[in-house]
């Protein structure tokens, strides 16, 4: 318990202190004045109504709303500008689709997320059940670009979709490079628009617009790692049970002689989303160790043969262009074979005891520098290696110290 309790506020203190990092940018407020500032990116998974920003290093962090500013950016991430204008509010979830065809629009003032600049804009608007994209030109204001789905009064296990926003692509995104084929196919989907506003753009500009397109494909793309990662427990297993029972005598014996090493490697993949912040992972490790152990009046092999296998998800916090801490949580399941605890007076007072493979939790907290080497601490939960034997029982929770080497 104590070695849990200390991992907890481990990583929440590490956490706490990596949350608390600003980065270069600025805001425009309502006298258009530009204000150079460190801005609290938060990764908006959802659209703002409000960020924290800091004027240096060691300022008072202040907050700013949508009531006051009209624009604000982390400066090569991320761009939010105010705009006051009609939105659908149909909500997207399966469950709670209506039957009517056309949008149901409300006129609010809200932020949009630049996703392409240009001679055409393009935004969008994300909350919960909610995604919106918005187009902009010199000679049109602010316009969603409409995709609604919706049921069927006479079938509502069908569902229909209003795909108007194609019409506005043909008639506002006039150019010879955008064929009319290429808008009929368009999804209601980021990559997809993007490429759309990005021909556009940059129609008869062959060479700029492969390039444009080619930043969004890789922004779009999911990633993979592997790497190679040794690891050493911290702690040991132990183990409980009768000793002799006639006589109420039991043992609780640390195995403080096992090899501490294990063997592993590591598949990862950065999902596309979030600036590259989340990724899912599998981290299987191999150990052997072996110990004897002497009683008073018994002897005792102990051969362990793990192999350990962990997924899970894993999310980054920037420190710099060069580093960046993670965090880890996940499930982990230990594979044992060939292994047992044999005792050499077997067959007067007690049984030899096979070890049983079990699945728990894990979580872990570590720093990676050029994405290239990692360390990590890790703790493991209990799973009861001994839990098929009546009156013993096995503990294997414990901390590890995880080194890391990403091959690409």
Not at 286 to 311: C, G, H, P, Y
Not at 337 to 354: A, G, H, M, T, V
């Amino acid at each position: 318990m104590k070695l849990k309790l200390f991992f907890l506020l481990f990583i929440n203190s590490i956490v706490t202190f990596a949350q608390i990092t600003f980065e270069k940018g600025y805001f425009i407020n309502n006298d258009n004045e530009k204000v150079e500032c460190l801005i609290k990116n938060v990764d908006w998974k959802n659209t703002p109504t409000e960020f924290f920003y800091k004027t240096s290093e060691n300022g008072e962090v202040k907050k700013e709303t949508i009531d006051n500013v009209k624009e604000f950016s982390v400066l090569d991430k991320t761009t939010f500008k105010r705009f006051q204008t009609d939105i659908d509010v149909s909500l997207d979830d399966l469950r709670r689709l209506d039957n009517t065809r056309n949008p149901k629009f409300e006129n609010r003032t809200i932020f949009l997320k630049e996703i392409i600049s240009g001679k055409a804009n393009l935004y969008i608007y994300e909350e919960p059940g909610l995604k919106r994209f918005f187009l902009e030109k010199e000679d049109l204001p602010i316009t969603q670009l409409i995709y609604k789905r919706f049921r069927i009064n006479s079938d509502y296990n069908k569902i229909r979709e209003n795909n108007y926003f194609k019409q506005q692509l043909k008639k506002h995104l006039i150019c010879a490079d955008i064929k009319v084929s290429k808008l009929e196919r368009a999804v209601y989907h980021s990559e997809s628009l993007s490429k759309i506003f990005i021909d556009y753009n940059y129609c008869g500009k062959e060479k700029e617009k492969k390039k444009e397109i080619n930043k969004v494909e890789n922004k779009a793309k999911t990633k993979f790692h592997f790497s190679v990662i040794p690891s050493f427990k911290l702690t040991n297993p132990s183990f409980e049970g009768p000793y002799y029972t006639f006589k109420n005598q039991y043992m609780d014996e640390e195995l403080k002689d096992l090899n501490p090493v294990q063997i592993g490697v590591e598949l990862e993949m950065i999902l596309p989303f979030n600036n590259g912040k989340w990724g899912a992972f599998i981290n299987p490790n191999f150990r052997t160790a072996s110990q004897d152990l002497e009683f008073e009046l018994d002897k005792a092999e102990i051969k362990m043969n793990i192999l350990e296998i962990n997924v899970g998800f894993r999310h980054y916090m920037y420190l710099s262009k060069k580093s960046k801490l993670f965090i880890n949580g996940m499930l982990s399941h230990d594979i044992y074979f060939n292994s047992y605890i044999n005792f050499e007076e077997r067959p007067k007072y007690r049984e030899n005891l096979d070890l049983e493979s079990g699945t728990g939790i894990a979580a872990g907290v570590g720093f990676k520098f050029l994405d290239k080497f990692s360390g990590e601490v890790r703790y493991y939960s209990n799973k009861d290696f001994l839990r098929n034997h009546i009156h013993w029982k096995g503990t294997s929770s414990s901390l590890s110290i995880l080194f890391g080497y990403t091959i690409f």
